[in-house]
């Protein structure tokens, strides 16, 4: 098992927050600890201000550390990764974000699935928000809905989606699938990657792990970080675009969040928000 770990490229994407002080990476040390191997690491940082870690704090893992103060999200960084898995010749792509619980057994039942099913092109864990499932989710509309139950195992990438937080996929899969789309900075970014996994691959498999998620759709925020929230799940929508089927579907993705932030936070700032969109795309239409 140490020697699938050198196969490996973890990408873990941070933001605000040390390295040391992400439920990603103290879970997962304590679960290379167990395995007693060493990983190799991409630490992304797209803080204001670099959170750059202590390297040689953390001995059994090799970290390269990059600071990008413009933030340009999630997708820019596990392309980066990609990039640094073919330069290091990797076979395995490990994309993780700063807020999800890994049990102790995590990376040896990955393990383990590359070594019992050599077939199989993408891993993924279970996540879950409190109670509810949020990966793998059935997906239908161009929305990801919670499923009640999820069976391990290999299974149909066909009406389901993975959220982008411990998939593992082959690094030249995700090459032949043209990465992620560096124009969705966040929201969608996963679901625009299995969309075009989904041309070329029919299965994926869950892994028998549980993990602790960080959702983005779970948890009290205030109007303004709602606000910018909605902006970028706007922005990540219009990005998200290849059809004119997608365009009303995304479109009534989007209205539907509009209404349901309207009312729960009692404001018009997201209709205001939404409507100042659509006033610039006409007027690009327009100047094209």
Not at 138 to 158: A, D, E, N, W
Not at 227 to 240: H, Q
Not at 266 to 280: G, I
Request: glycine residues 6%; positive net charge; hydrophobic residues 35%.
């Amino acid at each position: 098992m140490k020697e699938c770990l050198n196969d490996i490229m973890a990408v873990e994407v941070i933001y605000r927050r040390k390295l040391a002080d992400t439920e990603t990476f103290s879970s997962l040390s304590h679960s290379l600890e167990k395995l007693g191997g060493c990983l190799e690491l991409l630490v992304y940082d797209n803080s204001p201000e670099p959170m750059e870690p202590a390297h040689h704090d953390y001995p059994a893992w090799r970290i390269q550390y990059v600071h990008d103060s413009g933030n340009p999200g999630i997708s820019k960084a596990y392309n980066e990764g990609y990039r640094l898995a073919r330069q290091l010749g990797k076979k395995w792509l490990l994309l993780l974000d700063q807020d999800t619980v890994f049990p102790e057994d995590a990376l040896a039942v990955y393990c383990q699935g590359i070594e019992k099913c050599p077939q199989v092109t993408l891993f993924a864990p279970v996540l879950k928000a409190g109670e509810v499932i949020c990966s793998p989710c059935r997906y239908l509309m161009r929305t990801g809905f919670h499923p009640k139950t999820v069976r391990t195992g290999i299974q149909m990438l066909q009406g389901k989606a993975v959220l982008n937080s411990g998939m593992l996929v082959r690094v030249d899969v995700f090459g032949r699938c043209g990465g992620f789309n560096e124009r969705i900075r966040l929201d969608f970014a996963d679901f625009a990657f299995n969309n075009r996994l989904r041309r070329h691959y029919e299965t994926f498999c869950v892994l028998p792990i549980q993990c602790r998620h960080g959702f983005s759709g779970t948890g009290t925020v205030s109007r303004p970080d709602a606000l910018r929230r909605f902006e970028l799940f706007r922005e990540g929508a219009a990005n998200s675009v290849e059809s004119f089927t997608d365009g009303v579907l995304y479109s009534l993705v989007v209205l539907k969040r509009c209404i349901r932030l309207t009312v729960q936070f009692r404001s018009f700032c997201f209709v205001k928000s939404l409507l100042e969109m659509s006033k610039k795309r006409l007027n690009r239409k327009k100047d094209d």
